[in-house]
C-alpha cells in the first residue's frame, strides 16, 4: 500500500507536468503559428480598435515568455476568452456543453464495455473457430467506420425510415414543456430520476440510444479485439489448464478466474476506448444536433469563433489527462506489478 | 569482411526470415487477403479512377443543373448530388485524394518520428529524457484534438489538414522507435561497433535506424487506415478539402444537409471511406496476430 502511496504522489506529478505541456503547446498553436493572432481572436470582420484591444488584452506586442505568462494566468484563472458567436464566456459555454457530452460518452462507454467484455471473452474461447470470425469482423467493422457516417446511417435508418427513434436533440420539445426538468447535475438521465420524472426518463432514453450506439462502435472494437487478446493468453496459462482438469465448467472459467487475470489489460483497453469516445462524440454529436461540446465546436468551427474552438481543446485535454491519470491509478489499484 | 559486418548480416537474415513468416501468415489467412485484395482494388481506382469515371468534369467541380440530387440508376451510378453531379465518377476521383493525403500523413510523420526516437534512445540521459518529455506532451492530446486546433489556427484547406495531422501523429512512431531502439542499443554488434571506436553518431545511422525500419513500417502501414478517418474526420468539420475537391469526407459533410431525403449522396462516400479503412484494418489485425509471439502458442478452451 505504501508501494501505491508513492505511484499515485508520482503519477499526479507528472500529470501536472504533461498539463503544462499541453498549455504550452496550445500556446505555441494560438500565438506562435498565426500569422495575426490577434485577428484569429476577434473573428471574421474585425475592426482596428478590436484588433487593438485584443493585441492588448493577449499581450501580443509584448516578448513571447510575457504573452505566455499571461496566457497562463488567465487560464488559471478560468478565463478562457469570451465567444465571438455567443458572447458568453467560453468557459461557461463549455460547462453547460460538458454535461451532454459526458452524459453521451458514459452510455456510449458502457454499451461499449459491456459488449465488448462479452464478444471479446466469447471471440477468445473459440478462437480461430466461426464464432471467433465472426466477432473479429464485427470488431475490426467497428473500428472501421467514420463515426459520422455510422451515426448518419443509423439516423437514416432507424429515426427517418423505421421510425423507431427521434431524429435529434436531447429531449423532445413537448415532453421539456409538458415535464419540464429542473437541472441538478445537468445529466438528463440522472436529473429525471431525482424528481421521478420518469416521462422525461424515457425519453431522454430514446434520444440519448442511437447517438450512443454510434459512438459506441469504435470503443467497442478496440475493446473487443484487446479482450480477446489478453484472453487469450491468459487461457494458455498453466493454471486455467489445472481449472479445467479440476472439471470447472467453462463458463466459470472463462468469466471468474480468466476475466480477473484479464482485468488490468482490459482497464487499459476501456481508458483507451473513454479517449477515444472523447473526440468521436464530437462528430457523432453534430449529426444528431447533440447540444454538448461537439456541436458547440462545430458551430465555432463555421463561425470561425477562435477563442471558443481552442478554449474546448485545452479544456478537453485536461479533461482527458485526468482521465488517464484515473485509468492508471486504478490500474495500479487492480494490479499492484504496476508500482513497481 | 569484419567480423561486425558478419554479425549485423545474421541479424539482417534473421529479420528477413521474420519477415517471410508474417508474409506466409498473411496470405494463408482468408481476412488479411481480403484486406490485401481491398487495398489493392483502390489503388488501381486511384491510378485508373480518373481515366474511367463517367463524368470526369463533374467530378472535379462543374455542375449539371438538369440533374440535381437523382437517386441511383443506370446513368449515375450513385445517383448525383445537389448540383447535379456523378457521385459514383467524384467517388472514383476522391480514391486518390484519400489514399495520398493519408499516406503524406504517416510518410512524414515517420520521417520525424523515427529518427527522433532512434536518437532519444541510443543516447538516453539528458537528451533522450527531454525528447520522450515532449514526446509525452503531444501524446497527451486526445486523439484527433490537437490536428483540429491546429487546422482551425492554420484556415481551412487539404494542405493545412495533412499538416496539422503530421503535427499530432508523429509521437507515436517516436515512441515506437525509441522502444526499439533501447533494446537494440545493448545488443553486442552495437557494443562491437562502439568498443572498436565508431562514433555515435554513425552507429544510430547505421545500426539504430535500420533495426526500427522495419518494426514502423509495419505500424505505419496499419497506420494509414486511421489515417484515412482522421483527414475524412477533418474535411467532415470543414477543416480540411474545400469544395468543389472530390474527397470522401467533404462530401458526406455536404450530404449531411440532403441525405434524409437523399439517402445515397452520404451513403456511398461513407461506404468508400469504409471500405477502403476495412481493407487496412483487415490486414493490419492479421499482421499483428502474426507478430505476438504471446498469441501463437496453442490454445486450450
New interface residues.
Given amino acids: 500500500m505504501k508501494d501505491l502511496g508513492q505511484y499515485v504522489v508520482r503519477r499526479v506529478a507528472h500529470a501536472f ?3 503544462v ?2 498549455l ?3 500556446f505555441l ?2 500565438h506562435v ?2 500569422g495575426n493572432p490577434a485577428a ?1 481572436w476577434v473573428g471574421s470582420h474585425p475592426t482596428a480598435d478590436e484588433i487593438r484591444k485584443a493585441t492588448e488584452d493577449l499581450g501580443l506586442n509584448k516578448p513571447l515568455y510575457v504573452q505566455f505568462y499571461i496566457y497562463i494566468t488567465n487560464l488559471l484563472s478560468g478565463n478562457l476568452g469570451v465567444s465571438i458567436r455567443t458572447h458568453n464566456p467560453v468557459l461557461s459555454d463549455i460547462a453547460v456543453g460538458l454535461a451532454a457530452t459526458l452524459e453521451l460518452i458514459i452510455v456510449a462507454f458502457l454499451i461499449a464495455t459491456v459488449g465488448g467484455i462479452l464478444v471479446g471473452v466469447f471471440s477468445a ?1 473459440h ?2 473457430r466461426f464464432p471467433d ?1 465472426f466477432g ?2 464485427v470488431a ?2 467497428g ?7 455510422l451515426a ?2 443509423l ?2 435508418l432507424f429515426s ?1 425510415t423505421l421510425n423507431m427513434f427521434p ?1 435529434a436533440g436531447r429531449l423532445s420539445t413537448s415532453v421539456s414543456i409538458i415535464y419540464p426538468l429542473k437541472r441538478i447535475t445537468g445529466f438528463n438521465l440522472i436529473d429525471s430520476l431525482i424528481e421521478g420524472n420518469f416521462v422525461a426518463f424515457t425519453d431522454s432514453v430514446w434520444h440519448i440510444f442511437l447517438p450512443a450506439l454510434a459512438l459506441a462502435a469504435y470503443p467497442f472494437g478496440l475493446s473487443v ?1 484487446m479482450v480477446r ?1 489478453m484472453m ?2 491468459v ?2 496459462e498453466n493454471y ?2 489445472s481449472e ?1 482438469a479440476w472439471g470447472l465448467t ?1 463458463r466459470i ?2 468469466f471468474k478466474y480468466a476475466l480477473k487475470n484479464a482485468i488490468s489489460s482490459t482497464v487499459i483497453a476501456l481508458g483507451m476506448s473513454f ?2 469516445s ?2 468521436g462524440a ?2 457523432d454529436e ?2 444528431f444536433v447533440w447540444p454538448g461540446l461537439g456541436t458547440y ?2 458551430l465555432s ?2 463561425a470561425l469563433d ?1 477563442p471558443a ?2 478554449g474546448t ?1 485545452i479544456a ?2 485536461a479533461f ?2 485526468v482521465i ?1 491519470l484515473l485509468v492508471d491509478i486504478f490500474q495500479a489499484f487492480m494490479d499492484p506489478r504496476v508500482t513497481l | 569482411m569484419t567480423e561486425q559486418e558478419t554479425v549485423g548480416k545474421s541479424q539482417n537474415e534473421k529479420r528477413y526470415r521474420e519477415l517471410q513468416n508474417i508474409l506466409r501468415l498473411i496470405v494463408t489467412n482468408p ?1 488479411s487477403l481480403a484486406g490485401l485484395a481491398i487495398i489493392i482494388i483502390f489503388l488501381i481506382i486511384a491510378f485508373v479512377g480518373p481515366y474511367v469515371a463517367p463524368y470526369p468534369l463533374q467530378a472535379e467541380g462543374a455542375p449539371d443543373l438538369m440533374h440535381q440530387l437523382l437517386p441511383p440508376s443506370g446513368h449515375f451510378l450513385f445517383g448525383t448530388d445537389e448540383l447535379g453531379r456523378d457521385i459514383f465518377s467524384r467517388i472514383l476521383f476522391g480514391a486518390r485524394i484519400s489514399l495520398v493525403t493519408s499516406a503524406s500523413v504517416v510518410a512524414v510523420a515517420v520521417l520525424i518520428g523515427m529518427p527522433l526516437g532512434a536518437i532519444a534512445g541510443y543516447y538516453g540521459e539528458r537528451l533522450g529524457s527531454l525528447i520522450m ?2 514526446t ?3 501524446l ?7 490536428a ?3 487546422a ?3 484556415g481551412g484547406s487539404m494542405m493545412n489538414a495533412v499538416l496539422a495531422l503530421i503535427v499530432s501523429w508523429w509521437p507515436w512512431y517516436t515512441r515506437l522507435a525509441y522502444s526499439q531502439a533501447l533494446t537494440t542499443r545493448n545488443l553486442p554488434y552495437v557494443d562491437a561497433a562502439r568498443a572498436i571506436g565508431v562514433r555515435d553518431r554513425i552507429i544510430v545511422v547505421r545500426h539504430i535506424l535500420p533495426a526500427t525500419v522495419a518494426p514502423i513500417l509495419v505500424q505505419a502501414t496499419l497506420d494509414l ?1 486511421s489515417a484515412i ?1 482522421a483527414v ?2 477533418l474535411s ?4 480540411g478539402a474545400q469544395p468543389p475537391t472530390p474527397d470522401w ?1 467533404l462530401m ?1 459533410n455536404t ?2 444537409t440532403y ?2 431525403q437523399h ?1 445515397w449522396y ?2 456511398f462516400p ?1 461506404l468508400a ?2 471500405i477502403l ?2 481493407g487496412f ?2 490486414l493490419g ?1 492479421a499482421v499483428r496476430e502474426a507478430i ?1 509471439p ?2 501463437s ?5
Avoid: C
Wanted: aromatic share 10%; glycine share 6%; proline share 3%.
Fill in positions: 507536468i504533461v498539463i505541456g499541453v504550452l503547446i496550445t498553436v494560438s503559428i498565426p484569429l474461447a478462437r480461430d470470425h473479429r469482423v475490426i467493422l473500428v472501421s467506420m467514420a463515426p459520422f457516417w448518419m446511417i439516423q437514416l427517418q431524429l479485439r487478446t487469450i493468453e487461457l494458455q486455467t489448464r479445467l467453462s472459467i472463462l479517449a477515444y472523447l473526440t464530437f462528430l453534430i449529426i465546436t462545430a468551427i463555421l477562435y474552438i481552442m481543446v478537453v485535454a482527458y489527462v488517464n | 481476412l518529455r515532449i509525452d506532451m503531444f497527451a492530446f486526445p486523439p484527433l484534438l490537437l483540429l486546433a491546429v482551425a489556427t492554420l487506415g478517418i475524412a474526420s467532415f468539420l470543414g477543416l469526407g458526406v450530404g449531411k441525405f434524409l439517402w452520404a451513403t461513407g471511406i469504409l479503412v476495412l484494418n483487415l489485425d505476438d504471446k498469441l502458442r496453442r490454445r486450450l478452451i
